[in-house]
């Protein structure tokens, strides 16, 4: 079927179409006359000349079989008779070759003879005359094997038989065509379908050869293209994969060119029936025509051009436009909103007006979610646009729903009433009671637009379930809604009647309260309890209980009343038995239940607040002593001696005790300062003193340990390590037979242990807890000879010695300090001495525990290095810095090198 047919006088030899605006044009060059005939849907000024030689024919789609025409009918001028300008041309058939029309004024041709290739111009008169007049514009080189333009006809290109290319220049020259290097532009192979596009403002030629290699210049850009069209800012391809390819020029293209695969793009390929190739485009409407293997043409809008245009009209604000061409293709309507939030919410009024119909409207509203489509379902269209970041105040669809439901009850609040009601339906949290209200106000008559109570409250039943609506009814209090409702959802008035009738008869604050019970609305319960009066406070008590509803009922009830007393109480009650002590506390002090805030402060250890309480509760002063001993000891098991020694000290006024307290803490300063303080010097020679001198030999012996801990354990490493070297080398039969001798047993040991335990594993694994998990985690890394991670397990231990060395430099300052005091002096000396020792150990030692990672780093790894490459690297290199395997234990551990511990007068 066709719109239209064409007879001519003669045969026809080629057809070409105009481009740009004329793209609906095209010229028949007719064969053996040498003469053009012009099928024009636009003339412009054509003048039509006195022929009748060629008709045009409506046919099918063209206004028979009940097909009514709805564009313009193109009309036939001509045939123009060619008259050549100094050139001979032959007149046997297809002398007259590669016909292309760029432009409305000319029409380019080849003319073949024997001797030589010519590139006519052939120039149009608008007139009567029906001849026209063809010059040589310049002799070819070669015989031209394909003639293009591009999109507005401005550049045309010439692929001779060797792949080379020339363009035409504004002054009619011919002049080479020249790549991005300055050298002229030679296809990697002669192409039989070429075209001329513009990649990021610089005009391209895209060639596709007989063996299916579609070329940008002389890049290839793939291997399986059947065939291209170019569509205004897009490069459509189909490939031997049955797929549909829609690039974008100036991105998708210009990444290929950087060296990018197609495979790598994100346009969203769409399928195609086996062996489909491209016959043209409509750039109007985002339509590709495609030919079937059958033969039979078939049109089809593919996603991403019909995006495209979609995208266009919302930046020009055409949202009539948009919502239509969406709602055809069955576009996701989120993207009118998610394309530019920012525009669109300003311009709502807009797009009322445009899409107009409520029904259209509500469409949009009901296919609202919170999600940002354009970044998830149609990503692919947004991949080269830059966009500004939008955060919505609320959620999209409250935020969209609120704005527009006040811009359709400004524009017309009864012709949109059901769009408004949709926009109260379809919130994150619906408003039905408002939706239920608007529609009430209709009972009796109708709007101004016709619709009646009994229509809106239909069209919300689509909206919403009707046992929701029924209870959004019952929570507005309002009966007559609710009996509204109950009518026309059909409910049997035996499920509803005798409830609504026992309600009725409740007092109205009562009455609320068991609605909102029923509906499970504790918090307006609450509320509505609190205004019955004492009668029903228990009811309310047990409501915050059950409900736990306390912090929503504390500004319930007057400030010093029973009921505000009560509802305190019953909340630190609750915070005591979830063990939040201290806010407990404070909860009882409130509301004046003092002994209780006492015993909640007594097991936060708040002593503070804990005796400033005793002291309110006006306590003797045995008890006050008794109260103070009784946290000083607490707070010394929770190793808080500063606090105890102040306890002790303004409470007990034990000066003893408090020295003893400092010093158990080590605190030598704080503790010398008391005996000043006290006036008790000999506290200095009896307590003091002898404090900070087996202090001394404690971190003296400490030192020591730590510095023969670290030098074991690194000598075992770095025999575990050379052990474990020489097995991967095959050298496992190396002397230390007694670890040979270990080794082997654990490892059967622990093989046995593994496979007898892999039959449970199923079992067990599903009962472990994340407790059980973390032991299982710490007992695979047992300090143990010859275990199967004795190597980590050992550096392990060497960072906890590492860590409690660093942690002991503020001690080893404050203790150098007191023993200079006490004239201590080779104490002191002896201490720092081996202190800087173990210290110096430690740093000097890091590199060999934990070498850098320049071991894997300096190997030929990657996709083209094979094991044999590697294990030779290692050879040569002579490698021997042993890698972690674990990469949660490759960081060593660091020390404070600047913290000043030293004393220099006892350097």
Request: glycine share 6%.
């Amino acid at each position: 079927m066709c719109s239209y047919r064409v007879k001519t006088t003669a045969f026809i030899d080629q057809v070409a179409f105009g481009v740009g605006q004329h793209g609906d044009d095209f010229v028949i060059a007719l064969g053996g006359h040498n003469s053009l005939l012009f099928v024009l849907s636009s003339p412009e000024g054509f003048v039509k000349p006195h022929t009748e030689s060629c008709t045009l024919q409506l046919e099918g789609a063209g206004g028979r079989n009940g097909f009514k025409v709805t564009s313009p009918v193109p009309e036939c001028y001509g045939p123009y008779r060619i008259e050549f300008d100094g050139i001979e041309v032959p007149q046997h058939t297809l002398s007259l070759h590669h016909w292309t029309w760029p432009s409305k004024d000319y029409v380019l041709c080849v003319c073949t003879s024997e001797e030589s290739h010519h590139l006519l111009r052939v120039d149009i008169r608008h007139g009567e005359q029906t001849r026209l007049v063809a010059k040589s514009l310049c002799v070819l080189e070669d015989s031209v094997l394909t003639l293009s333009t591009n999109l507005d006809g401005t550049v045309v290109c010439l692929q001779y038989q060797d792949g080379s290319c020339s363009t035409l220049t504004p002054e009619g020259t011919l002049a080479p065509w020249l790549r991005s290097d300055g050298i002229q532009l030679e296809l990697p192979r002669p192409c039989t379908t070429a075209a001329v596009g513009e990649v990021l403002k610089q005009p391209k030629v895209i060639a596709l050869s007989d063996r299916f290699e579609l070329f940008c210049d002389d890049v290839k850009v793939c291997d399986d293209c059947t065939s291209f069209k170019l569509h205004g800012k897009f490069l459509l391809l189909t490939t031997h994969h049955h797929t549909l390819r829609c690039l974008l020029l100036d991105f998708d293209l210009a990444n290929l060119l950087n060296g990018k695969s197609v495979e790598s793009l994100n346009d969203a390929p769409r399928e195609l029936e086996s062996g489909s190739l491209l016959v043209t485009s409509v750039p109007v409407n985002g339509r590709v025509v495609l030919q079937l293997p059958r033969g039979n043409l078939e049109t089809i809008s593919p996603r991403a051009l019909v995006l495209d245009r979609v995208c266009d009209h919302l930046d020009r604000r055409e949202y009539g436009d948009a919502f239509l061409l969406m709602k055809v293709n069955r576009i996701d309507l989120n993207l009118l909103c998610d394309h530019d939030p920012s525009a669109f919410l300003s311009n709502l009024s807009e797009f009322a007006k445009q899409v107009k119909e409520p029904a259209d409207l509500n469409l949009f509203l009901t296919a609202l979610t919170d999600k940002d489509i354009s970044v998830t379902m149609y990503a692919s269209a947004y991949r080269a646009r830059n966009r500004v970041p939008f955060a919505f105040k609320k959620s999209k669809r409250d935020e969209v729903c609120d704005a527009l439901r006040g811009v359709l009850e400004h524009l017309d609040r009864d012709r949109y009433l059901l769009s408004i009601l949709t926009c109260h339906a379809k919130k994150t949290e619906p408003e039905l009671d408002e939706a239920l209200s608007k529609i009430y106000d209709l009972k009796g008559s109708a709007n101004k637009a016709g619709i009646t109570c009994e229509a809106a409250l239909k069209y919300l039943f689509y909206l919403v379930d009707r046992k929701d609506l029924f209870d959004v009814a019952l929570g507005t209090y309002n009966f007559d809604i609710v009996l509204m409702v109950a009518e026309k959802s059909q409910k049997d008035p035996k499920e509803y009647v005798p409830f609504l009738n026992q309600l009725n008869k409740l007092e109205p604050n009562y009455r609320r309260f068991k609605i909102d019970m029923h509906l499970e609305r504790y918090k307006k319960a609450l509320k509505n309890i609190s205004l019955c009066g004492e009668a029903h406070f228990s009811e309310c008590l047990n409501l915050i209980k059950s409900q736990r509803l306390y912090t929503t009922a504390l500004n319930l009830f007057p400030e010093g009343s029973h009921e505000c007393k009560e509802v305190w109480g019953i909340y630190g009650d609750y915070l005591f038995e979830k063990k939040h002590y201290e806010e407990a506390g404070l909860v009882y002090r409130r509301c004046g239940k003092l002994e209780k805030a006492m015993r909640a402060f007594e097991i936060c250890l708040n002593w503070n607040l804990l005796l400033s309480t005793a002291y309110q509760l006006q306590y003797d002063g045995e008890s006050l002593r008794a109260l103070a001993s009784r946290m000083t000891d607490a707070l010394l098991l929770a190793k808080r001696h500063a606090e105890a020694a102040e306890i002790s000290e303004a409470f007990l006024k034990d000066e003893e005790q408090t020295i003893h307290i400092l010093l158990e803490a080590h605190m030598w300063d704080a503790a010398l300062a008391k005996i000043y303080h006290f006036g008790r010097p000999e506290f200095r020679e009896q307590l003091w003193k002898p404090a900070v001198k087996s202090e001394a030999e404690s971190m003296l012996e400490t030192v020591d340990s730590l510095k023969s801990t670290w030098s074991k354990h690194a000598t075992r490493l770095a025999l575990v390590r050379q052990l474990k070297a020489n097995e991967e080398q095959g050298e496992g039969d190396v002397d230390d037979g007694a670890f040979s001798d270990v080794a082997s047993v654990t490892s059967r040991t622990v093989g046995g242990s593994v496979a007898g335990g892999s039959s449970l594993s199923g079992s067990i694994a599903t009962m472990r807890t994340s407790r059980n998990r973390k032991k299982q985690e710490r007992k695979k890394y047992m300090l143990k000879e010859g275990s199967r991670y004795e190597d980590l397990a050992l550096v392990i231990a060497l960072a906890e010695v590492a860590s409690s060395t660093d942690k002991l430099q503020e001690e080893c300052r404050d203790l150098l300090r007191a023993l200079v005091l006490c004239g201590l002096d080779e104490d002191a000396r002896s201490l720092q001495y081996g202190f800087a020792a173990l210290l110096d150990t430690i740093e000097k030692s890091i590199p060999s525990v934990w070498p850098p990672e320049t071991a894997e780093s300096s190997l030929p790894l990657g996709p083209h290095s094979s094991s044999t490459l590697i294990a030779e690297a290692v050879q040569k290199q002579k490698i021997v810095e042993h890698v972690i395997s674990d990469p949660a234990l490759r960081q060593p551990p660091t020390l404070r090198r600047n913290f000043c511990w030293k004393l220099q007068m006892l350097s």
